[in-house]
């Protein structure tokens, strides 16, 4: 019992806006910008290296918008994956919070190990380690790197709130020093202005390298990722969370940038032991360029770089361990990994089982892989998870706008993160060109997650607030039949619903499933939700028995806190080729046209749609239809043939006074097609200056009305369209949406 309870207790909320912007700057601002600047201009040149981190910014940023966006909505320690369950469910969830857990904690062996060679060199130069045998010296590098790890992970135990300090304090000093060499490279050059020829030729290997060079160094600006994993320790989160990953990525770049340019003109070209240009010096040294043009380019450079990496490299370890833990704590919290991982110290507050297992893995990378190669495959792994989270970012806001709480929202939506999509898949596929172990190392973790994943989390894993879950489903069998859903909302009129279904249902040939969106209050637990459903089983029965003896019908029980999203998510996962849903004639709402849910099922559902209105056993001897000319006319006239008495039945097609309606011989066709002969249809012509009052002169005695409800339909001359349907709603009708082709396809994916 107690193990079950555990789980429960709630982490401690200390975390501020300026820890937090810390914690990113300390996964950024990391010992990556000191190995990335030479590197970048052995590929790219001196121009190059400046470039890539500015556009990486641009590029972070875009990213940093959708991670700023969804942490304010979603703001609970978890990052990516809590962002993926919410979007796309389970499994890619798990997947996310595998890759994060992984890629976070590769990074900070990295760190650890930066650290290590770093401060062995400097105190072997010191002569300090005179009495270690050479052949020691890596031993020596490991060991201290266990060491700092160990450190840095008693520091996370020690809680958030330490967390913070400390990551905080070791940031501001490696920030300090990284702004102190950019100001004295713009002094170096205002006293010699002829520094400014290092960076000739500006890009020598033209503009396709600096996509080589923004891959490998990206990852440096992961650090509105740790920032998301506090969600349930950052002190008034949907405020401060985003603010801090702005805020982190401006100044990570800016201060990236002054730093290559230092870089660049910290050599004197001609001074002594400079043989070439001072650039290709610089990358003659590859990753230790940049060290080695800082110790030019003030008084002891070599103890500045020394003092900066150590600062540099530990903060970065203290956010990658945090991120690593909370990642694993999540999926603890959740069962996709077992519940061990989301024990919480009673004492201290903090995620102990997640730590300790994080800790295991970055000593292991550390002590015995090849790091540089794995922490490429972090890279990829991190551009893996901004990818999904841009995904997400645009299927939230499309699809549960109106179920969360945002306290950020990005502007230029949704170009921001297609273009961070489009920068970041260019990025990965480049990254090859620095490491190809690394497709193989991050395909292998990620089969490993996969393999996990079906063997263990699928049959653990815990419900979560905002999923959709099936109480009762009955399979629908094999075949190619046209697929007709009717949700039943209300059993009451349930019957009524299915009646006013059931000529579409035959003329169709269609294969029935009856949806039932269990409606339970916000303020029961998601484990009682099975007492609601009840009701919305008697309603199936009734109207089983009604449908029973002509059609095959399939039943599906579901539960969502949004019941528009979960008609939507059937839909789309039973293939629907027609949603016939119930409406009760009201209009008046201050957001809303039609209802809370039937406007986001019409905007988002990737089917053709009839909703009716008390056109429930109504013989149907007098049908309006009315064409506006717009795409739902052909679905409007085949629903009025349909529901058309065939023996006594008239049909008045009615035009638009300024649309452009199908031509009579065309209406002609169709109809007859559909079994109405052409003596039973009467055409007239408007001259209203709107369609409700066109409609509503030829509505006396009318058995039902029939009309598109898209864009332009019901709208003219600057009148809404909620206003044309609150002069309507007396009458019976059906209102018809046809599904649009590429539009159709993009929800039906989206």
């Avoid at 990525?249 to 870089?263: C, E, L, R």
């Avoid at 230790?288 to 500045?304: I, K, S, T, W, Y």
């Amino acid at each position: 019992m107690a193990d079950k309870l555990e789980p429960r207790a709630e982490l401690s909320r200390d975390l501020s806006l300026f820890q937090l912007t810390m914690m990113g700057l300390g996964m950024m601002i990391g010992a990556g910008v000191f190995l990335g600047i030479g590197n970048s201009v052995y590929v790219a040149g001196p121009g190059g290296a400046v470039l890539t981190f500015a556009l990486n910014g641009i590029v972070a940023l875009f990213t940093a918008m959708s991670y700023a966006e969804l942490s304010s909505a979603i703001p609970r320690a978890g990052g990516a994956y809590n962002f993926a369950r919410t979007g796309f469910g389970r499994g890619p969830s798990f997947l996310a919070g595998w890759m994060e857990w992984f890629a976070s904690s590769v990074a900070g062996s990295m760190y650890g190990l930066t650290f290590s060679i770093y401060t062995v060199r400097y105190l072997e130069k010191l002569g300090l380690l005179g009495w270690l045998p050479e052949a020691w010296s890596s031993v020596a590098v490991k060991a201290v790197a266990a060491l700092v790890i160990l450190l840095f992970i008693f520091i996370n135990y020690r809680g958030a709130s330490e967390t913070g300090k400390v990551g905080a304090f070791f940031t501001l000093g490696q920030t300090v020093f990284l702004v102190f060499i950019g100001v004295a490279g713009v002094v170096v050059l205002v006293r010699d202005p002829s520094r400014m020829e290092n960076f000739d030729p500006f890009l020598p290997y033209g503009w396709s390298k600096l996509l080589v060079t923004m891959g490998f160094t990206y990852v440096a600006f992961e650090g509105f990722e740790v920032i998301a994993q506090a969600g349930d320790e950052a002190v008034e989160p949907r405020r401060n969370l985003p603010k801090a990953m702005i805020y982190s990525v401006i100044v990570a770049a800016v201060t990236y940038v002054f730093v290559a340019f230092a870089t660049i003109v910290a050599v004197k070209a001609g001074s002594e032991g400079i043989d070439t240009a001072p650039w290709l010096w610089i990358a003659r040294f590859r990753e230790r360029g940049f060290g080695e043009a800082v110790a030019r380019l003030v008084p002891a450079g070599n103890l500045l770089l020394t003092l900066a990496v150590i600062f540099a490299s530990t903060s970065a370890l203290n956010a990658t361990v945090y991120s690593a833990t909370r990642a694993s704590y999540a999926l603890g919290r959740d069962r996709m990994l077992p519940g061990v991982f989301a024990r919480i110290s009673k004492r201290r507050r903090t995620p102990w089982a997640a730590l300790t297992m994080t800790a295991a893995l970055v000593l292991v990378v550390a002590l015995f892989l090849p790091t540089m190669d794995v922490a490429s495959s972090a890279s990829i792994m991190f551009l893996f998870l901004f990818f999904m989270v841009n995904v997400c970012v645009i299927w939230i806001r499309v699809n549960m706008k109106d179920e969360l709480t945002y306290g950020f929202v990005m502007p230029f939506f949704p170009i921001l993160p297609l273009a961070a999509i489009l920068c970041q898949a260019v990025l990965a596929v480049w990254l090859v060109n620095m490491s190809w172990i690394a497709w193989i190392v991050a395909p292998v973790w990620i089969g490993a997650g996969v393999l996990i994943y079906h063997l263990y989390s699928k049959s653990h894993v815990t419900a979560s607030e905002g999923e959709i879950q099936v109480l009762e489903e009955e399979a629908a069998p094999a075949g190619n039949e046209f697929r007709i859903m009717v949700a039943l909302a209300n059993p009451d009129n349930a019957f009524e619903l299915v009646g006013s279904a059931t000529k579409l249902c035959q003329a169709k040939k269609a294969r029935v499933k009856l949806l039932h969106m269990v409606p339970v209050p916000d303020q029961v637990p998601l484990s009682d939700a099975g007492r609601y459903m009840m009701e919305g089983r008697e309603g199936i029965v009734e109207a089983m028995l009604y449908l029973a003896p002509h059609f095959p019908i399939t039943t599906t029980i579901r539960y969502c806190r949004n019941v528009a999203r979960g008609i939507v998510s059937a839909v789309r996962e039973k293939r629907v080729d027609m949603l016939i849903l119930g409406w009760d004639g009201k209009t008046a709402s201050r957001h809303f046209v039609l209802g809370r849910v039937v406007d986001p099922v019409i905007e988002r559902s990737p089917c053709d749609i009839v909703l009716f209105k008390g056109v429930a056993h109504r013989e149907t001897r007098r049908i309006l239809v009315y064409l506006s000319g717009g795409p739902d006319d052909g679905l409007a006239l085949e629903t009025a043939a349909i529901l058309l008495d065939k023996k006594h039945g008239r049909l008045t097609v009615l035009s638009a006074a300024n649309g452009s309606p199908p031509q009579k011989r065309l209406v002609d066709q169709t109809l007859a097609a559909l079994g109405v002969q052409s003596d039973r249809i009467i055409y007239k012509h408007s001259d209203a200056p709107n369609p409700a009052e066109a409609i509503l002169r030829e509505a006396d005695g009318i058995d039902v009305l029939v009309l598109g409800y898209g864009k332009g339909s019901l709208s003219r001359r600057g009148r809404k369209i909620e206003e044309s349907l609150e002069q309507l709603a007396r009458l019976p009708m059906a209102l018809v949406k046809k599904s649009r082709g590429l539009e159709s396809l993009t929800k039906r994916w989206l």
